[in-house]
């Protein structure tokens, strides 16, 4: 049941689609993740808001296909 990280990769930026993605698997295991999104739609946003945005883009795969990431989120410099 476990995910890849180009299925992550795929639903972020089918959410937003501007991001820069990259996703990376911590364990090897499909289920930890470690994920950077940069995109125009985080700008003056908290850095909470900008987390759920990206949980709500895998459409509730946490915590059944996807066991845990670590997300780091930014807008663009």
Known sequence: MAMVASEIESLIKAALPD??????????????YAATVVSEAFRGLSRVRQHQIVYAALSGRMGGELHALALQTSAPE
């Not at 911590?26 to 289920?31: E, I, P, Q, S, V």
């Open 19 to 32: 991001a820069q993605v990259t996703v990376e698997d911590l364990a090897g295991d499909g289920d930890h």
